[in-house]
């Protein structure tokens, strides 16, 4: 048998998701973690002593451009995608794995698309929460047809719309066998987001027409429903699926429980988000999709622009008033043309918790 193949990563961004990314990689003996990139000095250089790492570079294309990795990853804020997709392309790396959210509009989201479909180039964006036990356990509830038919799922998180949105729209989709959204319309209320790195209403709620006629409903930030049970303000986030006999539901840091037809009363089980188990099967997903061009990797980019366009026609929706009907072509960037129309009123808060958050 011929020698496995050893995939060279560089990752650029090394701080909190860089280094769980770096880690990950470094772990796994199909990957050589070769190079780090950072605009920060301090940062980089943190890094490169924990990770043992000594190529790095406040320069990640000639750094990418010199270690022609097979990888390129980045962990970068959302502010810088497009750019660091095109120095990924001109490393000739094979894959990109990098940080939802996957742009900051529709239309950087349809150039990056271009581009890496122009280059033949995989990409992988890091919805990994699906790798949780309580994640996965849902679906195996939903696909056993314990449920019946199902007909809506509700997710919502206290986090805002542009950290947590595309998680929520991805776990959804997958759970509801990826069927394809016809329409969306949504409504939203506080500025206190939009100046964030992540710039988002403080508020978001809409739905979802799928072609499969299920209904989907999303809210995030500090008017959605809290999450009791779940004592982390990032975990408060619930995906819940309904069917003509029965639901299931997870709680990002508080298991799963679900009602069936088969069961008396509720059942449910354990399950946290937890970076130390779901980065090293979605790090090992991608060696199997970089040995098999089949072996697509379940974050794939293509799934995550069509959740992506999702939340984008919602803040469409918001702008315009109205039904959004999918899919979306290039127009205004939407976080622009909401910062003209929104209203100057104090979003109201669901819960307590919320308050600090949203400084109300
Ligand atoms: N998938 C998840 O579960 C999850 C969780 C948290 C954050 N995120 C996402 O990860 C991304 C990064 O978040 P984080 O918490 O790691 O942020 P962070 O601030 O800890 O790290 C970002 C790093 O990028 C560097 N950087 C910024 N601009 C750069 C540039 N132009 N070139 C090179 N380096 C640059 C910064 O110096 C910093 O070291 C965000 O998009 C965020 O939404 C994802």
Known sequence: MSAQKIYKVLVVGTGKRGKHHALAFKNNPRFELTGLADSSPEQLAKAAVELGIHKTSLQ????AKEIQPDVFCFCTPPGIRLELIQVGIASGAKLIAYEKPMALSMTEAIEIRKAVNAAGVKTVVSHQHR???HYQKVKEIVESGALGRIHTIHAHAAGWFLHLFTHLVEYMRWYNGYARAEWVMAQAAGRGKLSDNHPSPD???????????VRGIIECGAGAPDVPEVDYWWRKNKIAVYGTEGFAEVLTGGGWRAVTGAQQGVISGAGCMNYDLEMPPYIEDMVRWLDDDKQVHPCNGESAY?????????LRSVVQGGQIKLPLAAGEPEIEALKKV?????????SDVHRKEYNV
């Open 306 to 314: 069509e959740g992506f366009e999702i939340a984008m026609g919602m």
């Open 342 to 350: 929104m209203p100057e009123q104090p979003v109201l808060v669901s």
């Open 60 to 63: 990640p294309l000639a750094l």
């Open 203 to 213: 508020y978001i709620g809409g739905f979802i027409q799928f072609a499969n006629g």
């Open 131 to 133: 790798y949780g036990q």
